[in-house]
């Protein structure tokens, strides 16, 4: 039997049906998902009115009650956005197609755009992405597990000169943990905390009382056995045992370890967590078209509202 990924049911859009499609299907299609109930006409988004007219010249609308003049990008994540609505449909369609990521240089090449606004760009959709687990809780059978990420120490030239890297006396201080958290058949929780240990709390919060937690033998998981039926597996014997295996969580850092690896090369420090939501997301929708993985992460961008951590990032940069 044909795997999902390798089925024509698997590609229901392509870049050639969005650069066929025009700039003002494109436009149409933003204008949908930004007022899905209202069919895609204009809603004033200060006082909420329907009655707007369009200024055509300048695809913007003028609310008849306030008088407010937004456009359909107004308040969303892509406010103040420059790129044409084809090369925003092109891009997300490029970035869900990456099984494992995208690098923020082949989208600059690919939309022949500046490689700071294809670097903005993509990790304004990955904090798109992260509003999906906002306050999610994870029930059933739940599987968790650390990795460590970051904190590289280039070894030196001469033998005699190297130190053991892996003694916490020579470490960076920069190493962080991912912890992920995954119900089998369900969705994924990520969380980057010091320790694995630390995530513990993570779990009251998120993790329904009555879950059969799978972990592995790690000691920061043993006061997890105070608050849920917990199962442990000892990978130095075995990956399984009688059903308690940690293999969906280490599907997780697979994909992660390959993103970092053979993509992003770099994803330790203060972007670790919008790249672990990412590997999160791809894991939960891996078996849906790459047709509904676009339209989810437009809806979920254009449900967003104007990113604090994006907005100008540049400017304050430079």
Same mark, same amino acid.
């Given at each position: 039997?044909?795997?999902?990924?390798?089925?024509? +049911?698997?590609?229901?859009?392509?870049?050639?049906?969005?650069?066929?499609?025009?700039?003002?299907?494109?436009?149409?299609?933003? =204008?949908?998902? #930004?007022? %899905?109930?209202?069919?895609? !006409?204009?809603?004033? %988004?200060? =006082?909420? @009115?329907?009655?707007?007219?369009?200024?055509?010249?300048?695809?913007?609308?003028?609310?008849?009650? @306030?008088?407010?003049?937004?456009?359909?990008?107004?308040?969303?994540?892509?406010?103040?956005? $420059?790129?044409?609505?084809?090369? /925003?449909?092109?891009?997300?369609?490029?970035?869900?197609?990456?099984?494992?990521?995208?690098?923020?240089?082949? /989208?600059?090449?690919? /939309?022949? =755009?500046?490689?700071?606004?294809?670097?903005?760009?993509?990790?304004?959709?990955?904090?798109?992405?992260?509003?999906?687990?906002?306050?999610?809780?994870?029930?059933?059978?739940?599987?968790?597990?650390?990795?460590?990420?970051?904190?590289?120490? +280039? %070894?030196? *030239?001469?033998? !005699?000169?190297?130190?053991?890297?892996?003694?916490?006396?020579?470490?960076?201080? $920069?190493?962080? @943990?991912?912890?992920?958290? #995954?119900? #089998?058949?369900? $969705?994924? /929780?990520?969380?980057?905390?010091?320790?694995?240990?630390?995530?513990?709390?993570?779990?009251?919060?998120?993790?329904?009382?009555?879950?059969?937690?799978?972990?592995?033998?790690?000691?920061?998981?043993?006061?997890?056995?105070?608050?849920?039926?917990?199962?442990?597996?000892?990978?130095?014997?075995?990956?399984?045992?009688?059903?308690? @295996?940690?293999?969906?969580?280490?599907?997780?850092?697979?994909?992660?370890?390959?993103? !970092?690896?053979?993509?992003?090369?770099?994803?330790?420090? %203060?972007?670790?967590?919008?790249?672990?939501?990412?590997?999160?997301?791809?894991?939960? *929708?891996?078996?849906?078209?790459?047709?509904?993985?676009?339209?989810?992460?437009?809806?979920?961008?254009?449900?967003?509202?104007?990113?604090?951590?994006?907005?100008?990032?540049?400017?304050?940069?430079?």
């Amino acid at each position: 039997m044909q795997h999902f990924l390798l089925s024509s +049911k698997a590609r229901s859009i392509s870049l050639k049906a969005v650069f066929t499609m025009g700039e003002d299907k494109a436009y149409k299609t933003f =204008c949908d998902m #930004r007022w %899905p109930e209202n069919d895609g !006409e204009a809603v004033c %988004p200060r =006082c909420g @009115c329907v009655e707007v007219y369009g200024i055509a010249t300048r695809r913007k609308f003028k609310c008849v009650a @306030c008088h407010h003049q937004f456009s359909v990008t107004s308040g969303t994540i892509f406010a103040s956005r $420059k790129m044409s609505f084809t090369d /925003l449909l092109a891009a997300i369609v490029i970035f869900v197609n990456g099984a494992k990521g995208i690098a923020a240089l082949q /989208l600059s090449r690919d /939309l022949d =755009c500046q490689y700071k606004t294809a670097f903005v760009l993509t990790h304004k959709l990955r904090e798109a992405m992260r509003r999906e687990m906002a306050g999610r809780q994870l029930d059933g059978i739940v599987e968790i597990d650390g990795a460590y990420f970051g904190g590289y120490s +280039k %070894p030196e *030239n001469r033998k !005699e000169d190297r130190k053991d890297r892996r003694l916490k006396a020579n470490l960076t201080g $920069k190493r962080q @943990c991912v912890v992920i958290m #995954r119900e #089998r058949g369900g $969705k994924s /929780l990520p969380f980057i905390v010091r320790n694995e240990g630390d995530a513990v709390p993570f779990v009251r919060d998120h993790v329904g009382t009555l879950t059969t937690i799978m972990a592995d033998e790690g000691t920061g998981w043993d006061a997890l056995h105070a608050g849920w039926d917990t199962r442990r597996i000892n990978h130095s014997v075995a990956f399984s045992d009688e059903g308690a @295996c940690t293999n969906q969580a280490e599907s997780y850092f697979s994909r992660l370890r390959r993103m !970092e690896v053979g993509t992003h090369h770099h994803i330790a420090g %203060p972007y670790l967590n919008a790249y672990a939501g990412e590997a999160s997301w791809r894991e939960d *929708n891996r078996r849906t078209d790459n047709g509904a993985q676009a339209g989810m992460v437009a809806m979920a961008a254009m449900g967003s509202r104007v990113s604090r951590q994006w907005k100008g990032y540049w400017q304050r940069a430079g």
